[in-house]
C-alpha cells in the first residue's frame, strides 16, 4: 500500500506554507503530495490569506522536490478549458521530471463558481465536459510528435492542434478519476483513468463503489483491451495524535459546517489509522490519500512518517495473505 498526503490550501495556506509542507512530506517517506483545486473555503471562514491556484503551485513544487508524486484531487472541468490545461500539466510534468498526476473531476461547489465568474452548468453538462476534457487531454498525450490532433465535440473544438508539448510520462500523466457517483463516474474511469479514487468514506462503502467500477471495466472490455487494471485508491480523513487530546484537537477543524458531504475520519492514535489503513487494504485498496486538515501543523505530519509508514508495508501484507 502506498501512502500520499492529500491538503486543502483554500481553507487558508499560502505558497510558503505549502511548500515547507511538501518538503516534509518529501522526507518523511510518503509516496506523493496531492492538493485540492479550490478557489474558495467552504465554511464561513474565507481561507485567508486567500487561493492558491493548483497548478501554478505544482508547478513551483515540482522544481523545488525531487522524489515525491505530485497533483490534484480533483481539478474541476468547469475551471479551465481541455487545451491549454493538457498543456499547463505536460509542462508541469516535464518540470518535475515526470513526476505529475492529474485528478479530474466534474465541479460541484457553486458558489466558488459564483464568487470568480465561472460558469456553472447543470450536473448533466457537467459530467458531460468532463467526459470531453478527458477525451482531449488525453488525445492530446498520445498524438506522436510531428502529428496534428482535432476534436469536434459538443462542447469544445480543436483544429490541428500541434499537440504539444509532450509530458515526460508516455502516454501522459496518470489520471485520476474518483466520487460517489454510482454510474457516470465508474464509466468514466473505466475508460480514461489510471487509478479510481473513493473519496474519505467508510470501507463498505468504499468497497461497493470498487465493485461498481470493475464492474465498469468489464463492460468495456479493458482488460481483453491490453489496459492494465485500475489502481484503487481511497481517501482518508487523519487526526492524529500522541495523546487523545491532540488528536481532538487536530478533529476539531472537522466539526466545522461546511458544503462537504459526510465523511469517515479516522480521530485517535497511530495505531487506530494502521487498523484503518489494514481495513482498506483487505478491500483491494492499494494507495490511500491521507487528508491532513492544517498545512502549519508539521508535527502531524512527523509523527504519521514515524508511527504508521514504517507499519504499511506489514499491514498490506497481511491483507494479502488474507485474500
Request: with cysteine.
Amino acid at each position: 500500500m502506498r501512502i500520499c498526503v492529500f491538503t486543502e490550501p483554500h481553507r487558508g495556506a499560502d505558497y510558503d506554507d505549502q511548500l515547507r509542507f511538501a518538503r516534509l512530506v518529501e522526507a518523511g517517506g510518503f509516496e506523493g503530495f496531492f492538493r485540492a483545486d479550490h478557489y474558495q473555503a467552504m465554511g464561513a471562514d474565507p481561507g485567508l490569506p486567500g487561493p492558491t491556484d493548483a497548478w501554478l503551485t505544482l508547478g513551483a513544487l515540482a522544481r523545488e522536490t525531487s522524489r515525491i508524486r505530485l497533483g490534484t484531487l480533483v481539478t474541476s472541468a468547469t475551471f479551465r478549458l481541455p487545451g491549454p490545461l493538457a498543456v499547463m500539466v505536460a509542462q508541469a510534468d516535464r518540470m518535475s521530471g515526470g513526476r505529475v498526476e492529474l485528478g479530474m473531476g466534474a465541479g460541484w461547489y457553486e458558489r466558488e463558481h459564483t464568487s470568480y465568474g465561472i460558469p456553472f452548468p447543470p450536473v448533466a453538462e457537467r459530467f458531460d465536459r468532463l467526459e470531453e476534457q478527458l477525451a482531449v487531454i488525453t488525445g492530446l498525450w498520445r498524438t506522436p510528435a510531428g502529428e496534428r490532433f482535432s476534436h469536434l465535440g459538443d462542447h469544445y473544438r480543436l483544429v490541428d492542434a500541434p499537440a504539444l508539448p509532450k509530458p515526460v510520462q508516455v502516454p501522459g500523466p496518470p489520471i485520476i478519476v474518483g466520487g460517489r457517483g454510482a454510474k457516470r463516474t465508474p464509466a468514466l474511469a473505466a475508460r480514461y483513468a489510471d487509478e479510481f479514487n473513493m473519496p474519505f468514506k467508510s470501507v463498505a462503502e468504499t468497497a461497493r463503489a470498487y465493485r461498481r467500477v470493475i464492474d465498469a471495466c468489464d463492460r468495456l472490455g479493458r482488460a481483453e483491451a491490453g489496459r492494465p487494471p485500475l489502481v484503487l485508491s481511497a481517501g482518508v480523513v487523519a487526526a492524529i495524535g500522541r495523546t487523545d487530546a491532540e488528536a481532538r484537537r487536530r478533529a476539531a477543524p472537522l466539526h466545522v459546517k461546511s458544503a462537504l458531504p459526510p465523511e469517515d475520519p479516522v480521530v485517535g492514535s497511530p495505531a487506530q489509522l494502521v487498523q484503518r489503513l489494514g481495513e482498506f487494504a483487505a478491500i483491494g485498496t492499494e494507495r490511500v490519500h491521507l487528508r491532513l486538515t492544517e498545512l502549519t501543523d508539521l508535527d502531524h505530519v512527523e509523527l504519521i512518517a514515524a508511527e504508521v509508514l514504517p507499519q504499511v508495508a506489514d499491514v498490506a501484507a497481511g491483507a494479502s495473505r488474507a485474500r
